[in-house]
């Protein structure tokens, strides 16, 4: 009787949520289940990441005086553009090829290592429904177990990012 009054409970919190958000379902069974995956692919190496933020870019803002009708006024105007660094992470494997990638900067030799990548988002069925592009990308920083034991994080600079669909 618990587990019918559980699963009474549950798709009635979805009926309820789904008629709260215009029609958009939450997924109230697992939400510990990423909802999107991610395939990085650069310099040869392809792996899956199930988390990655910070796919964007920013400019500094830039402050000036212009005189209108005899007022002075602070305007702001946009600075030098600038990529976000890319933190992604996914569960530790037997694969080197990051940890080997990420070596050559540290070892200083890195002038061939900077290359074009890119990364595409899919959600649980699979189907691509964002994809970034990014120029001159290397890894700046790996980290194992920092927050969460058994996996690796990595941070990927770039010149440029830009996003395709």
Known sequence: MKTTSRFISVLFGAVVVSSASGGAVENVIDNSAPLVYYEFSAGGVTTYFTDCKGMGSQNE???????ARGENLTVKIPGR???????????????????????????????????????????????????WSFNGLWPAAIDFNETTPGKETIVFAADQVLRMR
Request: hydrophobic share 35%; glycine share 6%.
């Open 61 to 67: 803002v830039e402050q000036t005086r212009v005189s």
């Open 81 to 131: 553009l600038s990529a976000k660094n890319i933190t992604c992470s996914k569960g530790l494997t037997k694969s080197m090829d990051l940890w080997t990638w990420r070596q050559q900067f540290v070892s200083g030799r890195s002038g061939r290592s900077r290359v074009d990548a890119t990364l595409i988002a899919y959600d649980q069925a699979m189907t691509p429904i964002a994809e």
